[in-house]
Nanobody, 126 residues
């Protein structure tokens, strides 16, 4: 069973940038798509971004499009999320997630992911 570990996160001022990383351990070869979802206080978990195994296709939520870049280094079994022009509304716990079989129609759904990291808190101050 794959384990996803997300170090990083932290406190950032509005307008700033942050790069999140997520490393996969144990069974990483079974992973197809990888992505990020987030959950703000008092809100439901929502999709942020995803990428395919090759990294050639990426998907973004409208709320982060143009401000976020997801990338993947398969040699390191790691996926990254670069977030720029951060806003207070980006404050959330960010979760790394993986699909074992690529299901593009379920990327934006919480139930569409097969494995999850524990999450890392990102706080954007105004």
């Amino acid at each position: 069973q794959v384990q996803l570990v997300e170090p990083g996160g932290g406190l950032v001022q509005a307008g700033g940038s942050l790069r999140l990383s997520c490393a996969a351990f144990g069974g990483s070869l079974s992973i197809s798509a990888m992505g990020w979802l987030r959950q703000a206080p008092g809100k439901e978990r929502e999709f942020v971004a995803a990428t395919t195994r090759s990294g050639s296709s990426t998907y973004y939520a409208d709320s982060v499009k143009g401000r976020a870049t997801i990338s993947r280094d398969n040699a390191k079994n790691t996926v990254y999320l670069q977030m720029n022009s951060l806003k207070p509304e980006d404050t959330a716990v960010y979760y790394c997630a993986a699909q074992y079989y690529f299901r593009p129609t379920t990327l934006a759904t919480v139930n569409g992911w097969d494995a999850w990291g524990l999450g890392t808190l990102v706080t954007v101050s105004s």
